[in-house]
């Protein structure tokens, strides 16, 4: 079975604050790959990062960062100094490998005030 | 357009009346797939087209949804005899061939039934 869990409903933080948003998966599928996407208020669902099961290393791209750990079964998200702009909703998703369908958390709604 | 995309962006129909979705792939992608989004339920997976294999239709949540992709391009999402639980924002996504391709959604329809 496949799963994904964001725990954190709702996270407010005032700009230019860090802050982390956490997933944790669960498969039993050697292969694998995970997935954040980004929702803003206009509704579409952007990607942002794919990473495969085999492929630990950690990546950065400008103020976003993803720490991948397969002995915690965890893909967090972390986005520094945020913006206004990055308030959205954000799902972390799973494909297992054999599959073609995506296994969505239920989504972190993140606000972030001026 | 490079992106996937949908019409209508707005649906509002009566309770027991049939309705449409379509959705636009991006060229070349010869995988798509149809999700929905409501309050209550977060993302679901509902149907999944790959090349000329039969469909992934475990998703699908009764009888009165189908969906079809011709000449493995456009798809169209067809829900019979509407009901109110039934209105949701659907949203479709398509991808290169491979599962461990990214999915790139669509704008979405936004379905009201009333």
């Known amino acids: 079975a496949q799963k994904v869990t964001q725990a954190q409903t709702e996270i407010s933080v005032v700009e230019k604050e860090d802050v982390t948003l956490d997933c944790v998966y669960e498969?039993?599928?050697?292969?694998?790959?995970l997935f954040w996407y980004k929702q803003p208020p206009s509704g579409e669902l952007v990607f942002l990062i794919r990473r495969n099961s085999f492929d630990e290393q950690n990546e950065i791209s400008g103020r976003y960062s993803w720490n991948f750990q397969k002995s915690t079964s965890s893909f967090n998200f972390t986005i520094t100094a945020s913006q206004v702009v990055d308030s959205a909703v954000y799902f972390c998703a799973l494909r297992g490998s054999t599959l073609g369908r995506l296994y969505f958390g239920r989504g972190t709604q993140l606000t972030v005030w001026p | 357009g490079a992106g996937v995309s949908q019409s209508p962006s707005n649906k509002v129909t009566e309770k027991g009346k049939d309705v449409e979705l379509r959705c636009d792939p991006i060229s070349g992608h010869t995988a798509l797939y149809w999700y929905r989004q409501s309050l209550g339920q977060g993302l679901e997976f509902l149907i999944y087209f790959q090349g000329n294999s039969a469909p992934d239709k475990s998703g699908l949540p009764s009888d009165r949804f189908s969906a079809e992709r011709t000449g493995g391009s456009v798809s169209t999402l067809t829900i019979q005899r509407t009901q109110q639980e039934d209105s949701a924002v659907y949203l479709c996504?398509?991808?290169?061939?491979?599962?461990?391709?990214?999915?790139?959604f669509g704008p979405g329809t936004r379905l009201l039934v009333l």
């Open positions: 996504a398509s991808s290169s061939a491979g599962n461990q391709e990214t999915q790139y």
């Open positions: 498969t039993r599928d050697t292969t694998y790959y």
